[in-house]
Protein backbone atom coordinates (compact mmCIF):
# COMPACT_ATOMS: atom_id res chain seq x y z
CA UNK A 1 0.00 0.00 0.00
CA UNK A 2 1.89 3.10 -0.88
CA UNK A 3 0.46 6.37 0.66
CA UNK A 4 -0.59 9.12 -1.32
CA UNK A 5 1.15 12.26 -2.64
CA UNK A 6 -1.46 14.16 -0.28
CA UNK A 7 0.05 12.53 3.04
CA UNK A 8 1.74 15.97 4.08
CA UNK A 9 -0.62 17.76 3.62
CA UNK A 10 -3.14 15.17 5.93
CA UNK A 11 -0.78 15.48 8.30
CA UNK A 12 -1.64 18.88 8.80
CA UNK A 13 -5.57 18.66 8.58
CA UNK A 14 -4.66 16.63 11.43
CA UNK A 15 -2.68 18.91 13.37
CA UNK A 16 -5.38 21.37 12.91
CA UNK A 17 -8.25 18.66 14.01
CA UNK A 18 -5.94 18.58 17.31
CA UNK A 19 -5.99 22.00 17.94
CA UNK A 20 -9.24 22.51 17.85
CA UNK A 21 -9.93 19.65 19.85
CA UNK A 22 -7.23 20.46 22.35
CA UNK A 23 -10.15 20.95 25.42
CA UNK A 24 -11.10 16.93 24.30
CA UNK A 25 -8.11 15.59 25.70
CA UNK A 26 -8.34 17.59 29.33
CA UNK A 27 -12.35 16.55 29.53
CA UNK A 28 -12.62 12.51 27.48
CA UNK A 29 -11.32 10.12 30.25
CA UNK A 30 -12.48 6.52 29.46
CA UNK A 31 -15.18 5.11 31.19
CA UNK A 32 -13.90 3.18 34.19
CA UNK A 33 -15.33 -0.10 35.75
CA UNK A 34 -13.91 -2.74 38.23
CA UNK A 35 -13.63 -6.58 37.58
CA UNK A 36 -15.48 -8.05 40.14
CA UNK A 37 -12.87 -10.73 40.49
CA UNK A 38 -9.29 -8.65 41.63
CA UNK A 39 -10.91 -5.20 42.06
CA UNK A 40 -8.60 -3.97 39.21
CA UNK A 41 -9.96 -1.25 37.03
CA UNK A 42 -10.76 -1.75 33.57
CA UNK A 43 -11.19 0.42 30.47
CA UNK A 44 -12.18 0.00 27.07
CA UNK A 45 -9.38 -0.01 24.32
CA UNK A 46 -10.82 2.34 21.82
CA UNK A 47 -12.33 0.72 18.28
CA UNK A 48 -11.24 -2.64 19.22
CA UNK A 49 -13.86 -3.32 22.55
CA UNK A 50 -11.48 -4.75 24.43
CA UNK A 51 -11.49 -4.91 28.25
CA UNK A 52 -8.56 -4.08 29.28
CA UNK A 53 -6.56 -3.53 32.83
CA UNK A 54 -5.87 0.35 33.27
CA UNK A 55 -2.30 -1.09 34.72
CA UNK A 56 -0.27 -2.85 31.91
CA UNK A 57 3.09 -5.01 32.58
CA UNK A 58 5.74 -3.75 30.23
CA UNK A 59 7.64 -5.94 29.01
CA UNK A 60 11.27 -4.32 28.26
CA UNK A 61 11.54 -4.35 32.23
CA UNK A 62 9.97 -7.92 33.59
CA UNK A 63 13.37 -9.44 32.05
CA UNK A 64 15.04 -7.09 34.53
CA UNK A 65 14.57 -9.73 37.20
CA UNK A 66 17.63 -12.51 36.02
CA UNK A 67 15.72 -15.74 37.81
CA UNK A 68 13.67 -17.29 35.42
CA UNK A 69 11.14 -19.26 37.97
CA UNK A 70 11.36 -15.30 39.85
CA UNK A 71 10.13 -13.48 36.79
CA UNK A 72 7.42 -15.97 35.76
CA UNK A 73 6.21 -15.87 39.71
CA UNK A 74 5.93 -12.01 38.55
CA UNK A 75 3.76 -12.42 35.69
CA UNK A 76 1.69 -14.95 37.08
CA UNK A 77 1.52 -12.53 40.50
CA UNK A 78 0.57 -9.78 38.02
CA UNK A 79 -2.08 -11.73 36.32
CA UNK A 80 -3.76 -12.76 39.56
CA UNK A 81 -3.89 -9.22 40.47
CA UNK A 82 -5.97 -8.38 37.72
CA UNK A 83 -3.47 -6.88 35.19
CA UNK A 84 -4.60 -8.50 31.95
CA UNK A 85 -2.56 -5.97 29.25
CA UNK A 86 1.18 -7.10 28.79
CA UNK A 87 3.23 -5.50 26.52
CA UNK A 88 6.74 -6.72 24.62
CA UNK A 89 8.32 -6.05 21.60
CA UNK A 90 10.39 -8.09 19.15
CA UNK A 91 13.82 -6.65 20.18
CA UNK A 92 13.18 -6.48 23.66
CA UNK A 93 16.57 -8.26 25.29
CA UNK A 94 17.27 -9.78 22.31
CA UNK A 95 14.30 -11.44 22.35
CA UNK A 96 14.35 -12.46 26.00
CA UNK A 97 12.06 -10.68 27.14
CA UNK A 98 9.67 -12.30 24.74
CA UNK A 99 10.82 -15.92 25.48
CA UNK A 100 10.27 -15.02 28.94
CA UNK A 101 7.07 -14.10 29.07
CA UNK A 102 6.19 -16.64 26.73
CA UNK A 103 6.74 -19.53 29.35
CA UNK A 104 4.99 -17.56 32.03
CA UNK A 105 1.51 -17.58 29.57
CA UNK A 106 2.18 -20.84 28.39
CA UNK A 107 1.79 -22.34 32.10
CA UNK A 108 -1.31 -22.79 33.43
CA UNK A 109 -3.64 -21.12 31.48
CA UNK A 110 -2.29 -17.61 32.03
CA UNK A 111 -2.51 -16.97 27.63
CA UNK A 112 -6.24 -16.90 28.02
CA UNK A 113 -6.25 -14.55 30.76
CA UNK A 114 -4.50 -11.86 29.16
CA UNK A 115 -4.64 -9.48 25.98
CA UNK A 116 -1.14 -9.77 24.49
CA UNK A 117 0.61 -7.19 23.06
CA UNK A 118 3.96 -7.25 21.06
CA UNK A 119 5.56 -5.26 18.56
CA UNK A 120 7.07 -5.48 15.36
CA UNK A 121 10.40 -3.94 14.15
CA UNK A 122 10.13 -4.33 10.65
CA UNK A 123 9.89 -1.13 8.39
CA UNK A 124 9.55 -3.68 4.78
CA UNK A 125 7.33 -6.62 4.08
CA UNK A 126 10.05 -9.06 4.81
CA UNK A 127 11.67 -8.37 8.27
CA UNK A 128 8.06 -7.85 9.51
CA UNK A 129 6.75 -11.36 8.57
CA UNK A 130 9.73 -12.44 10.36
CA UNK A 131 9.70 -10.17 13.28
CA UNK A 132 5.69 -12.22 13.35
CA UNK A 133 7.15 -15.59 13.20
CA UNK A 134 9.36 -15.08 15.66
CA UNK A 135 7.26 -13.38 18.31
CA UNK A 136 4.72 -16.13 17.81
CA UNK A 137 7.46 -18.49 18.71
CA UNK A 138 8.92 -17.05 21.38
CA UNK A 139 5.20 -16.24 23.26
CA UNK A 140 4.44 -19.42 22.36
CA UNK A 141 0.87 -18.23 20.86
CA UNK A 142 -1.08 -18.93 17.55
CA UNK A 143 -2.20 -15.12 17.38
CA UNK A 144 -1.81 -12.18 19.24
CA UNK A 145 -4.36 -9.46 20.13
CA UNK A 146 -2.38 -6.61 19.29
CA UNK A 147 0.87 -5.97 17.15
CA UNK A 148 2.22 -2.40 16.90
CA UNK A 149 4.96 -1.05 14.40
CA UNK A 150 7.67 -0.37 17.01
CA UNK A 151 9.49 3.03 17.66
CA UNK A 152 8.27 4.96 15.43
CA UNK A 153 10.85 7.66 15.78
CA UNK A 154 12.37 9.02 12.78
CA UNK A 155 10.57 11.41 10.18
CA UNK A 156 10.74 8.70 7.32
CA UNK A 157 9.53 5.66 9.38
CA UNK A 158 6.12 6.63 7.81
CA UNK A 159 6.71 6.54 4.19
CA UNK A 160 9.13 3.51 5.17
CA UNK A 161 5.90 1.23 6.57
CA UNK A 162 3.83 2.31 3.66
CA UNK A 163 6.08 2.02 0.95
CA UNK A 164 8.25 -0.77 1.98
CA UNK A 165 5.56 -3.69 2.52
CA UNK A 166 5.49 -3.72 6.08
CA UNK A 167 1.79 -2.04 6.47
CA UNK A 168 0.56 -5.39 4.17
CA UNK A 169 2.23 -7.77 6.14
CA UNK A 170 0.31 -6.75 9.26
CA UNK A 171 -3.06 -6.28 6.88
CA UNK A 172 -2.10 -10.05 6.27
CA UNK A 173 -1.37 -11.32 9.62
CA UNK A 174 -4.87 -9.76 10.36
CA UNK A 175 -6.49 -11.52 7.65
CA UNK A 176 -4.61 -14.79 8.81
CA UNK A 177 -5.67 -14.56 11.87
CA UNK A 178 -2.48 -13.95 13.63
CA UNK A 179 -3.10 -11.04 14.51
CA UNK A 180 -6.40 -9.32 15.99
CA UNK A 181 -5.15 -5.38 15.95
CA UNK A 182 -3.15 -3.12 14.87
CA UNK A 183 -1.40 0.08 16.19
CA UNK A 184 1.66 1.01 16.18
CA UNK A 185 3.96 3.12 19.03
CA UNK A 186 6.77 5.90 19.49
CA UNK A 187 8.42 8.08 22.01
CA UNK A 188 10.55 10.94 19.88
CA UNK A 189 7.86 13.54 18.42
CA UNK A 190 4.27 14.60 18.10
CA UNK A 191 4.26 15.52 14.88
CA UNK A 192 5.87 12.02 13.57
CA UNK A 193 2.59 10.40 15.43
CA UNK A 194 0.20 12.37 13.20
CA UNK A 195 2.29 11.67 10.57
CA UNK A 196 0.66 8.20 10.64
CA UNK A 197 -2.26 9.28 11.99
CA UNK A 198 -2.78 11.11 8.37
CA UNK A 199 -1.65 7.67 6.59
CA UNK A 200 -4.93 6.04 4.85
CA UNK A 201 -5.13 2.92 7.24
CA UNK A 202 -7.61 2.76 10.46
CA UNK A 203 -5.51 2.56 13.59
CA UNK A 204 -6.94 0.11 16.27
CA UNK A 205 -4.86 1.83 18.70
CA UNK A 206 -1.57 4.51 19.18
CA UNK A 207 1.17 3.98 21.92
CA UNK A 208 2.87 7.30 23.21
CA UNK A 209 4.38 8.83 26.60
CA UNK A 210 1.74 10.26 28.88
CA UNK A 211 3.23 11.73 32.21
CA UNK A 212 2.93 15.10 33.73
CA UNK A 213 6.05 16.53 32.26
CA UNK A 214 4.98 15.74 28.56
CA UNK A 215 2.44 18.35 29.25
CA UNK A 216 4.92 20.87 28.96
CA UNK A 217 7.57 19.85 26.18
CA UNK A 218 6.44 18.16 22.87
CA UNK A 219 3.31 17.25 24.42
CA UNK A 220 1.69 14.10 23.16
CA UNK A 221 -1.23 15.10 26.07
CA UNK A 222 -2.03 18.02 23.44
CA UNK A 223 -0.99 16.94 20.23
CA UNK A 224 -1.93 13.33 19.68
CA UNK A 225 -4.30 12.31 22.61
CA UNK A 226 -7.24 14.29 21.18
CA UNK A 227 -6.92 13.12 17.37
CA UNK A 228 -6.67 9.60 19.00
CA UNK A 229 -9.93 10.08 20.97
CA UNK A 230 -12.03 11.74 18.37
CA UNK A 231 -11.78 8.76 15.87
CA UNK A 232 -11.85 6.21 18.93
CA UNK A 233 -8.28 5.13 18.56
CA UNK A 234 -7.24 3.33 21.35
CA UNK A 235 -4.29 4.90 23.67
CA UNK A 236 -1.88 2.78 25.21
CA UNK A 237 0.28 5.38 27.00
CA UNK A 238 3.75 4.55 28.57
CA UNK A 239 6.51 6.26 30.61
CA UNK A 240 4.13 7.57 33.31
CA UNK A 241 7.06 7.93 35.56
CA UNK A 242 9.26 9.74 33.29
CA UNK A 243 11.66 7.41 31.99
CA UNK A 244 15.00 7.95 30.04
CA UNK A 245 17.09 7.93 33.00
CA UNK A 246 16.83 10.06 36.19
CA UNK A 247 12.62 9.96 35.76
CA UNK A 248 10.44 12.06 37.31
CA UNK A 249 9.92 10.72 40.74
CA UNK A 250 11.17 12.44 43.66
CA UNK A 251 11.61 15.63 41.67
CA UNK A 252 9.22 18.78 43.12
CA UNK A 253 8.12 16.23 45.20
CA UNK A 254 6.17 13.78 43.00
CA UNK A 255 5.56 10.18 43.90
CA UNK A 256 4.88 7.05 42.35
CA UNK A 257 1.21 7.20 43.34
CA UNK A 258 0.91 11.06 42.22
CA UNK A 259 2.61 10.12 38.67
CA UNK A 260 0.53 7.16 37.60
CA UNK A 261 -2.58 8.88 39.22
CA UNK A 262 -2.53 11.57 36.42
CA UNK A 263 -1.42 9.43 33.78
CA UNK A 264 -4.83 7.11 33.99
CA UNK A 265 -6.75 10.28 34.75
CA UNK A 266 -5.75 11.30 30.85
CA UNK A 267 -7.35 9.76 27.92
CA UNK A 268 -5.63 6.58 28.45
CA UNK A 269 -7.02 3.39 28.11
CA UNK A 270 -4.18 1.44 29.73
CA UNK A 271 -0.60 3.01 31.34
CA UNK A 272 2.06 0.41 30.90
CA UNK A 273 4.67 0.50 33.72
CA UNK A 274 7.82 -0.87 34.07
CA UNK A 275 7.91 -3.32 37.39
CA UNK A 276 11.55 -5.08 37.87
CA UNK A 277 10.50 -7.13 41.62
CA UNK A 278 7.24 -8.50 43.00
CA UNK A 279 7.15 -5.70 45.33
CA UNK A 280 6.81 -2.89 42.22
CA UNK A 281 4.08 -5.35 41.06
CA UNK A 282 2.02 -5.22 44.17
CA UNK A 283 2.77 -1.24 44.54
CA UNK A 284 1.45 -0.54 40.85
CA UNK A 285 -1.42 -2.98 41.77
CA UNK A 286 -2.37 -0.85 45.08
CA UNK A 287 -2.41 2.21 43.04
CA UNK A 288 -4.47 1.09 40.35
CA UNK A 289 -7.29 -0.72 42.09
CA UNK A 290 -7.87 2.56 44.59
CA UNK A 291 -7.74 5.20 41.60
CA UNK A 292 -10.10 7.56 41.79
CA UNK A 293 -9.79 10.30 38.48
CA UNK A 294 -8.01 13.45 39.49
CA UNK A 295 -9.82 16.25 39.51
CA UNK A 296 -9.21 19.24 37.15
CA UNK A 297 -8.19 21.89 39.74
CA UNK A 298 -6.01 18.79 41.41
CA UNK A 299 -3.96 18.27 37.68
CA UNK A 300 -3.97 22.62 37.26
CA UNK A 301 -1.64 22.58 40.71
CA UNK A 302 0.51 20.04 40.02
CA UNK A 303 0.91 20.73 36.22
CA UNK A 304 2.18 24.08 37.63
CA UNK A 305 4.30 22.47 40.10
CA UNK A 306 6.35 20.68 38.11
CA UNK A 307 6.67 23.48 34.59
CA UNK A 308 9.88 24.96 35.82
CA UNK A 309 11.61 21.62 35.70
CA UNK A 310 9.41 20.03 32.60
CA UNK A 311 9.67 22.88 29.68
CA UNK A 312 13.48 21.87 28.09
CA UNK A 313 12.59 17.88 28.12
CA UNK A 314 14.97 17.05 31.35
CA UNK A 315 13.14 14.60 32.33
CA UNK A 316 11.99 12.95 29.00
CA UNK A 317 15.17 13.19 26.86
CA UNK A 318 14.13 9.92 25.49
CA UNK A 319 12.60 12.69 23.37
CA UNK A 320 15.56 14.65 22.14
CA UNK A 321 18.57 11.70 22.36
CA UNK A 322 18.88 8.98 20.23
CA UNK A 323 20.46 6.98 22.73
CA UNK A 324 16.98 6.05 24.11
CA UNK A 325 15.88 4.43 20.69
CA UNK A 326 15.79 0.72 20.16
CA UNK A 327 19.44 -0.64 18.50
CA UNK A 328 17.70 -2.36 15.49
CA UNK A 329 15.98 1.21 14.57
CA UNK A 330 19.28 3.10 14.70
CA UNK A 331 20.71 0.40 12.81
CA UNK A 332 17.97 0.25 10.10
CA UNK A 333 18.40 4.30 9.63
CA UNK A 334 22.38 3.89 9.75
CA UNK A 335 22.61 5.95 12.74
CA UNK A 336 25.56 5.35 15.50
CA UNK A 337 25.27 2.20 17.63
CA UNK A 338 27.02 4.06 20.39
Known sequence: MKAPCSSRRGFFRTALTAATAGALAET????TSSASATGMPMRVLGRTGA???ILGLGGAHIRQIKDDAECIRAMHLAVDEGVTFFDNAWDY???ACEEIMGKALAAGGYRKRVFLMTKNCGRDYKM?????EDSL?????DYLDLWQFHEINYDNDSEWIFERGAIQAAVEARKAGKVRFIGFTGHKDPRIHLEMLGRPFEWDTCMMPVNVADFHYRSFQKGVL????KRKIGVIGFKGLGGGGAGLLGKEGLTVEECLRY??????AVQVVGMTALEHIKQAVEIARNFKPMPEDEKTRLLARIKGIAGDGRYEAFKSQMRFDGRV??????????
Open 28 to 31: SVPQ
Open 51 to 53: RVS
Open 93 to 95: GMG
Open 128 to 132: SMQCL
Open 137 to 141: RRLQT
Open 226 to 229: PVCA
Open 263 to 268: SMSTPV
Open 329 to 338: HREQHGFPLQ
